[in-house]
């Protein structure tokens, strides 16, 4: 890994469902649990982050805000924005392993079933979504 | 400071018999990037030729950073750069002789910017305008529109036509320079992708007036699609239906939300931006000018 470059590359899929600052929300939290990113880990300022894809830098700054509300970055005045160090970041790497290898499980399941990829997204669709509702 | 950076009320334009604009309302808030999308005819390109106060409404009023736009508000003009697929650029001169000719005519021209700009963009500054591609010469137009630091951008179709590199290149451009300088811009465009990942404000336009306008993340959050079986199908009161599909099993709505669903018989997801842009330019396309009354009428 290269020490120059900024530690995450965002990506954006327009088309998707998910807002644009949930994404780049997500792709930090997936980085921290899957140990590609760590605590004090400087995330790219916005003006880098809308020179690699092309991004409205409102939205980059309403994902930063949001990652600090929920605490796994935060912002040092002058400095930027730095992933939080978290006692926790070791378990939640664990619990994320976890819950993998128990998708895999019922994925293999699943296939066996008859089900394709696109069926199981479906169905995990429609179950988050009925979750979401439920949660809101 | 103003907080609208573009009001228009009631704005209407008439070329002889025919309306380019009837009845547009319409408030952008500064700071925002907003799309206009709508089909060729809509009336995209008057509106933001009126705002840019190069064509004169005929009924209603448009202000834009809280002055009314027009060829005597010399002030407004500086801090307003509207650019079109026009493209003024001389095709002899070079690209530095284009801005030395454009420092000298506007009073607010950064020329460090201008510099950065091209730079980046991998144009020299001794490049001749007719050897440039047509994306580096929009590429071009847009950091002189750009090098102007102006508080408003109006750009109509600014990468239409370009090929992906030279497109993606030049919508990273407009974007440095909103994350530098906080600048609002509103462009017209076809390409509903853009929409998603540079607008956070979206005005969809047919058959020359406003069909919705508002903050793209509160229209995603306001519109689900809703199934259920024909016979439990019974919206609740406050849902109006944007489109509707129908098999034999199921009716399925695309459904604007004025609260959150509680009735348990609908199954629901969340739309992506391209079904509600084309669902709503469907309901103008089927009933011109009565959209609104449409979306009242349903429950």
Not at chain 1, 4 to 15: K, N, Q, T, V
Not at chain 2, 133 to 152: C, D, F, I, W
Not at chain 2, 162 to 191: I, N
């Amino acid at each position: 890994m290269s020490a120059h470059g900024p530690s995450i590359h965002f990506r954006l899929d327009a088309r998707s469902a998910v807002a644009p600052y949930r994404q780049l929300v997500d792709q930090v939290r997936q980085a921290v649990a899957g140990g590609r990113l760590h605590g004090g880990d400087q995330l790219p300022s916005v003006r880098e982050v809308v020179t690699q894809v092309t991004i409205n830098p409102n939205t980059v700054h309403r994902a930063y805000r949001e990652l600090e509300h929920l605490g796994l970055a935060e912002g040092r005045a002058g400095l930027g924005t730095f992933v939080t160090e978290s006692p926790y970041q070791s378990d939640a790497a664990a619990q994320y392993e976890q819950l993998s290898q128990e998708l895999r499980k019922w994925t293999q399941r699943a296939h066996a079933a008859g089900l394709d990829v696109e069926d199981m997204t479906d169905l995990l669709g429609r179950i988050l979504n009925r979750d979401a509702r439920v949660l809101s | 400071m103003s907080s609208v950076a573009l009001e228009a009320t009631h704005l209407a334009k008439r070329f002889g018999r025919r309306w380019a604009l009837r009845d547009c309302t319409v408030s952008i808030p500064t700071g925002r990037v907003a799309a206009l999308v709508g089909p060729n005819g809509a009336g995209k390109s008057t509106l933001l030729r009126i705002a840019a106060g190069l064509t004169r409404p005929s009924s209603g009023s448009v202000h834009v950073l809280g002055g009314a736009p027009g060829g005597d508000n010399v002030e407004l003009l500086t801090r307003v750069g509207y650019l079109d697929q026009e493209r003024p650029l001389y095709r002899g001169f070079r690209v530095e002789e284009m801005f030395r000719f454009a420092a000298g005519t506007n009073p607010t021209w950064d020329m460090d910017t201008a510099h950065r700009y091209v730079e980046r963009l991998g144009i020299s500054l001794r490049d001749r305008v007719d050897g440039l591609s047509g994306g580096q010469r929009a590429q071009v137009a847009l950091t002189m529109t750009l090098a102007k630091l102006p508080e408003l951008l109006l750009l109509d179709e600014p990468a239409a036509a370009l090929d992906p590199v030279a497109r993606e290149d030049l919508l990273r451009l407009l974007m440095s320079q909103v994350a530098e300088r906080a600048t609002t811009v509103v462009l017209s465009t076809h390409a509903l992708g853009d929409v998603a990942s540079i607008c956070d404000y979206l005005v969809v336009m047919s058959h020359s007036t406003i069909v919705l306008s508002d903050e793209l993340e509160f229209i995603v959050e306001s519109h689900r699609w809703l199934s259920a079986h024909p016979s439990t199908a019974t919206l609740p009161d406050g849902v109006a239906v944007v489109e509707e599909r129908e098999s034999s099993r199921d009716v399925t709505v695309l459904a604007r939300l004025t609260e959150p669903l509680e009735d348990e018989t609908w199954r629901v997801a969340v739309p992506t931006i391209d079904e509600i842009i084309m669902a709503y330019l469907r309901l103008g396309a089927s009933s011109p000018g009565a959209s609104s009354s449409a979306l009242d009428g349903a429950s």
